[in-house]
């Protein structure tokens, strides 16, 4: 088992450049999300997905958009990248959505927007 | 109001010694779960402990424990015997049965263990 794999590692971006974050578990998990952490705000939600064909917002979702069309797959879209989106970003997964359910994380994608 | 609640942001413990780090949470969802992370310098979020509102002992994994005082809502972590790898950020988070849709975390605790 792989886990939660995300690519890219790190990038860099202009203002107004678009990118898609990727985001892959082989754990066969139902709930999936995106997080940002930024220094001193711990980690907030982005957006998150119970299942397939199923996505909702987040505590901060404006800017990004996302969509699940498998299991396995998440991506994480910036549509125009802005300096405030500099941060590093977290995909993680669950089982499902029960008190119970850890949540597993990859391993971090670190955006820097110029 | 904020779901999850940490009040110290840097910690320094001596090599060998006890820490607490606390964790206060506000949910009026009779279950839930309590959960700890990990943080070291390389990044990657490491679980540590997890908690049910309705488990009637405090969770222990190894050096870790959970004090767990439901009535005062804290959830405080506990690292005995403590280690140079164990300097890292700590976060507490919670998941509500009702809406578990949304994991909540705190914003973090740096722990510092001195030599």
């Known amino acids: 088992n792989a886990g939660v794999t995300q690519t890219p590692k790190f990038q860099v971006l202009k203002t107004g450049q678009s990118m898609t974050l990727q985001c892959a578990q082989d754990m066969n998990h139902e709930y999936m999300s995106w997080y940002r952490q930024d220094p001193g705000m711990g980690l907030r939600l982005i957006h998150y997905s119970v299942g397939a064909g199923i996505t909702d917002q987040g505590e901060v979702p404006n800017g990004y958009n996302v969509s699940r069309s498998t299991t396995e797959d998440f991506p994480l879209r910036l549509l125009s990248a802005a300096p405030s989106q500099t941060s590093v970003y977290f995909c993680?997964?669950?089982?499902?959505?029960?008190?119970?359910?850890?949540?597993?994380f990859g391993p971090g994608t670190r955006l820097t927007v110029l | 109001a904020q779901k999850i609640t940490q009040t110290q942001p840097g910690m320094f413990v001596q090599e060998k010694e006890a820490v607490t780090l606390d964790c206060t949470y506000d949910?009026?969802?009779?279950?839930?779960?309590l959960f700890w992370y990990k943080q070291p310098s390389s990044g990657e979020m490491i679980f540590l402990i997890y908690q049910g509102s309705y488990d009637q002992q405090n969770a222990t994994e190894g050096r870790y424990s959970l004090n767990f005082q439901k009535a005062r809502k804290s959830a405080n972590l506990v690292i005995s015997a403590s280690q140079l790898g164990d300097s890292a950020m700590y976060f507490c988070a919670m998941r509500e049965g009702g809406t578990g849709n949304q994991f909540y975390f705190g914003t973090g605790t740096s722990l510092t263990v001195i030599p």
């Open positions: 993680a997964s669950s089982l499902g959505v029960m008190p119970f359910n850890e949540q597993f």
């Open positions: 949910t009026s969802d009779p279950s839930y779960g």
